[in-house]
């Protein structure tokens, strides 16, 4: 290897790299000092390049904190997204129990029917909802929306899940059982604290799933639904105002919490394996 | 026992498995379903329909066809749902939407028998056998029209396959370009992935993680924002192109037009997907021991002919998962070009939602969707073959 790191060869994958994560990063941190341009402009003002304090505001993030619309999307947001995650891991959790089973039948079908929905084009799915749940009169509703965000987040959690319960000794529930825990306490009280890095994992999945979801919202949702997504897919094509640069701030944010909280999950899940 | 486990194991996958069925499969069922199956015509004119059905389909049928028709083209004015018959007969044979509603609007006033003088006399059409052929074939329930449609075809007067008019063909280039165009970026992402890759995985323990953090937050932030950003990028008054007339590169009234073309699905489609290339690749390659090159060098193979015989090899399937899913993801992508493809750009998906949305042709929006699904179905067969999905994992 460091035969290699030294060569001309090493220089260019190096500069390489630097310009591959330049890629991936620049344009994400483009938009977190754009978001406090004073003007309605999508670009750096003269003044903004001069570090002039003029050229910079807080006019966006006004607009979206307190404005009626960013407010009520981004409670839609929450209760789509919450509700959809509860339901999305306690179903997932529960079948990858089943899944990671050695009796488990036909396995390989399953999985892939539980997974599909994380495969099968997004356009595809909203389209089938839109027919199947009007059909249902569950368009422009609340329950729709969950149902079919819910939906969307299981597979992550039945993915996270069943990897987590690879690494479990199923010889603790017979321990626990010995000891006489019944199956329900054995449960809560042994297997879910030792698989919950894989739940908790799952569940962020799913919620990041259905915050980062708009295709169905924009097939779905009444004007009462719009979620933050549907608003930034509004402000993008029918008024293009920095205010989406600052509720974009607000999701960058979100993301490098996800990040974060998995990134722990993760050391800690490491550091409880022997 | 066996017996027992099995049970129990299968119960406990029992609730999402009818959860997936009812709110996911059952969906993609009836958007099948819509694609083939399409009763309106024979709801709107069932007697007409049943009456064409014994018409032996040489001149013009009978007196009697005509009468029901005038007959129940009345019913539907005055149901209000003449519009969706003239709108789906239009769709059968261009030109039937004006002829259907304005013979509608005179029979709410005027005519009376013997229809088969009276129909013609109102519009010329009904003299022609080709109405009544085209009647006959959109009342069939089970239709091959959409499916025809997104292919470029179309029934003619006697039930035979011929090619759309070339002014209206644009579904099999669009499925050849979809294809192209994930193909193009799948190359893109691998080229661009498996180098990154490589670097992360044997770089030390801890700047490897932080440099996989570079590729995480992007994976974990919202599409929407992404997309925003390379609004904000490529636009024509946009960062980048700011930057290149501040380099002098361009002159400020010949600003480059980045978005709203190919480039802009490109560029952001390949932001997209890429860690959706470097993940697999990397939890691959981070199980390759560094020292089987150090002992291929030592042994005296140079470095390119080491990398072919030993590493290539072992991450072919981080190749395999990565290329299988970006593929996938492109094929069916539809936001980023949505938003940043402008009229070239433009993907199966977005034609998908124009019709859903717009023309609210939604028989063709389902057959489109059905064939771009049996595609996405056999590359996931294919994933599962070769890779087993019940191996994928996410994240690092």
Known sequence: MSAWRAGPGAWALRVFCGLAFLFLMAPILIIIPLSFNAEPYFTFTRGMLTLDPDAYSLRWYEQVLLGERWRSAALNTLIVGVSATLLATTLGTVAAMGLSSPAMPWRRTITALLISPMIVPIIIAAAGMFFFYSSLNLTQTYTGLILSHAALGAPFVVITVTAAMAGFNSELLLAAASLGAGPVRTFFKVQLPILSPGVISGALFAFAASLDEVVVVLFMAGLEQRTIPREMWAGIREEISPAILAAATFLILIAVLLLLALELLQRRSDSGRP | ?396
């Not at chain 2, 499925?175 to 490589?198: N, S």
């Not at chain 2, 980045?258 to 480039?263: K, S, T």
């Open chain 2, 1 to 396: 026992m066996m017996g027992k486990s099995r049970t129990q194991a299968l119960l406990l996958s029992l609730p999402l498995i009818a959860f997936i069925g009812i709110t996911f499969v059952a969906p993609l069922g009836s958007m099948v379903l819509r694609s083939f199956y399409d009763p309106l015509v024979a709801e709107i004119l069932p007697k007409t329909v049943a009456a064409l059905g014994e018409w032996d389909g040489g001149a013009l049928p009978p007196e009697g066809v005509y009468a029901l028709l005038a007959e129940e083209l009345r019913q539907a004015r005055a149901d209000r749902t003449i519009g969706r018959l003239a709108t789906r007969l239009n769709r059968q044979t261009p030109g039937l939407r004006s002829v259907v509603s304005g013979t509608g609007r005179r029979l709410a006033r005027q005519g009376q028998p013997p229809w088969a003088e009276a129909l013609p006399r109102m519009n010329k059409a009904w003299g022609e056998p080709e109405v009544w052929h085209a009647i006959a074939q959109a009342g069939r329930r089970v239709t091959p029209t959409y499916y025809l449609n997104a292919l470029d075809l179309r029934m003619d007067a006697d039930s035979g396959v011929v090619q759309q008019p070339e002014a209206k063909r644009v579904y099999r280039a669009l499925f050849v370009k979809t294809i192209g165009v994930a193909l193009a970026i799948t190359l893109l992402c691998l080229g661009i992935g498996y180098p990154l890759a490589w670097f992360i995985a044997h770089s030390p323990p801890r700047r490897g993680r932080l440099l996989l953090v570079l590729v995480l937050l992007p994976f974990w932030t919202s599409l929407l924002v992404r997309t925003t950003s390379w609004i904000v990028l490529l636009q024509q008054q946009g960062v980048l192109n700011n930057l290149l007339i501040w380099a002098g590169v361009v002159a400020d009234d010949q600003r480059l037009t980045l978005m709203h073309n190919m480039i802009g699905t490109f560029v952001a489609m390949t932001h997209v997907l890429l860690p959706f290339m470097v993940l697999p690749l990397y939890s691959v390659m981070s199980g390759i021991p560094p020292v089987q090159m150090q002992a291929a060098s030592s042994l005296g193979a140079k470095w390119p002919r080491a990398f072919r015989r030993v590493y290539l090899p072992q991450s072919m399937p981080g190749v395999g998962a990565g290329c299988l899913l970006v593929f996938i993801l492109a094929m069916g992508y539809y936001i980023t070009p949505a938003l940043v493809g402008g009229q070239s750009g433009q993907l199966i998906s977005n034609f998908i939602a124009y019709h859903m949305q717009t023309s609210l042709n939604w028989g063709l929006a389902a057959a489109l969707g059905s064939i771009l699904f049996v595609a996405v179905l056999l590359l996931f067969l294919l994933y599962d073959r070769v890779l087993g999905l019940d191996r994928m994992r996410l994240g690092s």
